[in-house]
């Protein structure tokens, strides 16, 4: 096992990564920017090294700076927790060129399954199903009509380096196609450097379906269930349940199945997210994060299984603790992302929490790195804290929801409890019928 490990990022998941490099009795190093210097991972952290200014291009995206931290604490491996550098490759492999480990996969599955075209590809190679579209990139218009004459209308084109949602349009007609191409690869290049597109079919009516997995790297993988994160917003999820509403345990132990042995026949090593559109009763793979997602809690309330514990393990080359039929699931879990955010125009709120009094209690988790006096910096994404609750039912799970966000006090600032408020009693969301489409019509008529 590692005896100290850095953790490559801030906020709610260096705490989080931070409490199971305790547990495992792991030493761990902070790394901030100067905007970060009071920030609750540096004050819990057992050393701490300042990486560079606040914009995250020269701090949390800063390799050499890191490389630097690493050297100087002694730190043998490197947590990247999400976003940032967790999804890129060349960090993954400067690391190992430097002798040091990179807590996730190896650097050619994260090159595969960023790319978006390649991810696709792998995933028919391995047998899961996929949305119909274009087979490879769309090169030009005319190759974009004969496509989308052959799948049918309405059609999406998508971004090949994609993240976001970004890069995304719609064409509901052969009339709306020339706009909607030309302005998908102008924002894909403009987003990502790269105008590569693809075209899908576009589901209108699926539910956001995904199933974690955690690879052994020899070959050896399991399922822990699905999370529903079709309540999304701009294509950024808001919130996220386990099990799916939708989903029975038939349905779970087949699609988890096929998932599983299609990711340890790819050799995968640590934690992964195989993402799907489910619609009509059929799964539609749309792409895989190689990395632990915001949403992981709920996974943990249902399962038990603390995935980062899990990652640390893997990367130490010690395996999974639990195989699939160790794997119970249990009640039902529900997570939503505190932003410092305008609830109703979603603007970001930044400023200084004057009053803070998270929820507590049975069956209650808050994974937050605020706290009374915080000054939230305004270089970031607005993401403060997750609130996840878990109940042996469904029912039981969202009385324990409404009862937390009543709970729940961040004065000073803006946040988006308010609108948890609201969704909590909508009669949808009690009985679980909505598709990703569901919050953005409901926010117009609010
Ligand atoms: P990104 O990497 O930008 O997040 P994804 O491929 O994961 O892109 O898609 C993000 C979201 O866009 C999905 O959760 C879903 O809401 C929507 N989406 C993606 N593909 C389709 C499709 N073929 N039909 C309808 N909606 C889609």
Known sequence: MFSKILIANRGEIALRVLRACKELGIQTVAVHSTADADAMHVRLADESVCIGPPPARESYLNIPSLLAACEITGAEAVHP???????????????????????GPSAEHIRTMGDKIEAKRTAVRLGLPIVPGSDGGVADEAAAKKIAAQIGY?????????GGGRGMKVAHSEAQLSDAFATARAEARAAFGDPSV??????????????????????????LGERDCSLQRRHQKVWEESPSPVIDAAQRERIGGIVAKAIGDLGYSGAGTV????????FYFIEMNTRLQVEHPVTEAVTGIDLVNEQIRIAAGLGLTARQEDVRFSGHAVEVRINAEDPATFAPSPGRISYYHPPGGL??????SAYQGYRIPPYYDSLIGKLIVHGRTRPEAMMRLRRA???FVVDGIQTTIPLFRRLVDDPDIAT???????????????
Do not use: C
Not at 84 to 102: D, G, M, Q, V, W
């Open 81 to 103: 927790g999400y976003g940032f550098l967790s999804e890129n490759a060349r960090f993954a492999e400067i690391l190992a060129a430097h002798k040091l480990t990179f807590i």
């Open 405 to 407: 966000l009543d709970e």
């Open 363 to 368: 069956g209650v988790r808050v994974d937050s």
């Open 432 to 446: 679980g019928q909505y598709d990703i489409h569901w919050l953005e019509n409901k926010l117009a008529t609010w």
């Open 198 to 223: 693809y075209i899908e079919k576009y589901l209108d009516h699926p539910r956001h379906i995904e199933v974690q997995v955690m690879g052994d790297g020899k070959g050896g993988a399991i399922h």
């Open 154 to 162: 309405p059609v999406l084109i998508k971004a090949a380096a994609g």
């Open 275 to 282: 993402e799907f559109l489910y619609q009509d009763g059929e």
